[in-house]
């Protein structure tokens, strides 16, 4: 049996964080480069694949999709050209029985995906598979089925939610940086450090009942959900840290948590 991989949750924030060089992208690499043992695989549970039903990346070469509009050409023009893992997904259909899993030839990687990965392993060169997030399915679904893919940690494979715990694009400060935290980011941020410290998963599952805050922090679900998957894949008593944290634009959470 392999050495247990952490489950992580990363908050990617703008999708210009794929081009930077600072103090988020700078803690993505040094996980990256201090995974022991390397993975043989990562399994990306990203927001932006939110359709009605569950299916996994089952072709060997994924595609790089920019799927965002309004930036500069050079974002356009990045690749992560990963290869991925046909193999990894009919486990992942397995584990997930009889869920319907759809294997899915035509998605790929998208910026949730592999603007973090392209920090945490630079090379490309680890197989990425990529998981759908329901979108007809409430929170608890989302969870549970963290829980059922927990044993790929023990085969090699890297377990990735790639999301934002505070993501309210409306009140975000497009184009006037640096701003001020919404003091309802800060406490909603704070919360949520708490609960996943003192091993609350129920209150963290059910956020929606955290408040007024919440509702602001997660006015969709999609950004939110996917930590729910790393959640899940986590073992009782096991460690949680927060490899990085901050409030970018104001409404943006870039909290990262990490499991083991």
Do not use: K
Request: aromatic share 10%; net charge negative; proline share 8%.
């Amino acid at each position: 049996m392999s050495a247990r991989l952490p489950a992580v949750f990363l908050g990617h924030g703008n999708p210009m964080n794929a081009l930077e060089q600072n103090a988020w992208t700078r803690a993505w690499a040094a996980l990256g480069a201090g995974l022991e043992p390397r993975p043989r695989a990562v399994l990306a549970i990203s927001a932006h694949w939110y359709i009605p039903g569950t299916a996994v990346t089952a072709m060997a070469t994924p595609r790089t999709i920019h799927d965002f509009g309004g930036f500069p050409r050079e974002l356009y023009a990045v690749r992560y050209d990963a290869p991925g893992d046909p193999a990894l997904a009919e486990r992942i259909a397995a584990l997930l029985a009889p869920l319907p899993v759809g294997a899915d030839l035509t998605w790929g990687l998208d910026h949730g995906t592999w603007s973090v990965l392209r920090h945490v392993f630079p090379r490309a060169d680890v197989p990425v598979v990529q998981l759908s997030i329901d979108a007809t399915r409430p929170p608890a679904f989302h969870y549970e089925l963290g829980v059922r893919l927990r044993a790929l940690r023990e085969a090699g494979v890297l377990i990735l939610g790639s999301g934002n715990v505070v993501h309210n694009l409306n009140a975000y400060a497009w184009g006037r940086h640096p701003a001020e935290p919404y003091d309802w980011a800060v406490r909603f941020e704070s919360t949520l450090r708490a609960r996943l410290l003192a091993g609350d998963h129920l209150s963290v599952v059910d956020y929606s009942a955290l408040g007024e805050d919440a509702l602001l922090a997660a006015p969709t679900p999609e950004h939110y959900l996917p930590l729910l998957y790393a959640l899940g894949a986590s073992f009782p008593e096991e460690l949680v840290t927060f490899p990085t944290d901050g409030i970018d634009g104001g409404s943006v959470s870039m909290l990262a948590v990490r499991f083991g």
